[in-house]
């Protein structure tokens, strides 16, 4: 059975690889990803706060009003909060390259332009084969408008594009007001692949100790939305899709390559069951294939997009009206 596929350039033997998640932080579990069989290793990310930390505390050591840099360190997160600083990410690249044949895409996690973009060059050096952007970000000044952040986003891909020779894929929310015109504004400006979607943590309060702390994992349910999205961007832009959120068994997978995914991404169901439930998944996927008299993997993609379904309007407002009208109480 031909499971093979392209993402961002990469051959890969199948779509299945561990996303962005602390499994790539020891090298043990990267050995036992790949052990797994894993098409590729997705670092977790090197986030802009990191950096800018790092390149405060370096002009505070060369000035003499510390003060003020001390009191600009406090709007960042401690070092405490991060498993890697910069220095060290850059030679966990080079650790897990040297580890494993396995194409690495590393990953940068910020929203604003400047010095810290710097980094994708200095990855790119490192050794990784790709770098996926991170565009985590929670909208709350309301003079910071939707046009705005857009075109944030396009001078960051474009700034990074230009500055480097591998593939670049960004991970987006679904947030957005014309998701499909940004998205192909974003491979307008460079951008190799999309990843659908990143996961907005959910913020939780208990009542008894007045906090605000919750770390959720993923379920199928939220698959939903992403293979929407999927099956509408896999016809309307010209770029390598990826999904991640929401994908626990083959037949998540196999949701996700009907709607145009050319790479599935576990994070949730790996933390969940470790890293060789990865192979059962492709195991998996591979007897479904044959039990449903499939010959690749090609002919499985984008089978059920937007163009190839036999009813489009599901994924259209059309169901929606006709869903809402149709219900029997």
Not at 159 to 177: D, E, G, H, R, V
Not at 191 to 205: G, K, W
Not at 244 to 253: K, R
Request: hydrophobic share 45%.
């Amino acid at each position: 059975m031909d499971l093979s596929t392209t993402y961002m350039g990469l051959t890969l033997p199948h779509p299945l690889m561990p996303g962005a998640s602390p499994l790539a932080y020891d090298l043990d579990s990267v050995k036992r990803l790949e052990d797994a069989g894993a098409a590729a290793i997705v670092m977790p990310s090197l986030f802009e706060e990191q950096i800018l930390r790092e390149q405060l505390a370096a002009h505070e050591s060369l000035v003499t009003h510390t003060e003020a840099f001390a009191e600009a360190l406090d709007y960042l997160p401690s070092h405490e909060d991060y498993k890697l600083g910069p220095h060290e990410y850059l030679e966990k690249v080079q650790a897990i390259k040297k580890l494993t044949d396995l194409p690495v895409i590393a990953s940068l996690n910020g929203i604003h332009g400047g010095r810290w973009l710097d980094y994708a060059q200095l990855i790119e050096q490192a050794g990784a084969d790709a770098l996926e952007i991170n565009m985590y970000y929670v909208a709350m000044d309301p003079a910071e408008t939707g046009p705005v952040l857009e075109d944030r986003a396009i001078e960051m891909v474009r700034s990074i594009k230009q500055s480097i020779q591998i593939p670049i894929a960004i991970k987006l929310s679904p947030f957005y007001t014309s998701l499909v015109d940004f998205a192909d504004r974003l491979v307008k400006a460079g951008a190799d692949a999309l990843v659908i979607f990143n996961r907005f943590y959910q913020p939780d309060i208990d009542v008894e100790e007045l906090e605000v702390n919750r770390v959720n994992l993923s379920s199928p349910d939220e698959l939903l939305l992403r293979i929407r999205w999927l099956a509408i961007l896999s016809c309307r832009v010209e770029a390598s899709l990826a999904v991640t959120g929401g994908v626990h068994s083959e037949i998540d997978t196999i949701k996700s390559i009907m709607a145009g995914a050319n790479a599935v991404q576990l994070v949730s169901a790996l933390l969940e069951r470790g890293p060789e439930h990865l192979l059962t998944v492709r195991e998996d996927l591979e007897r479904w294939l044959v039990d449903h008299e499939y010959d690749s993997l090609h002919q499985l993609r984008g089978s059920m997009n937007l163009e190839n379904c036999p009813n489009p309007a599901a994924y259209e407002r059309a169901n929606y009206v006709q869903l809402l009208q149709s219900w029997k109480y």
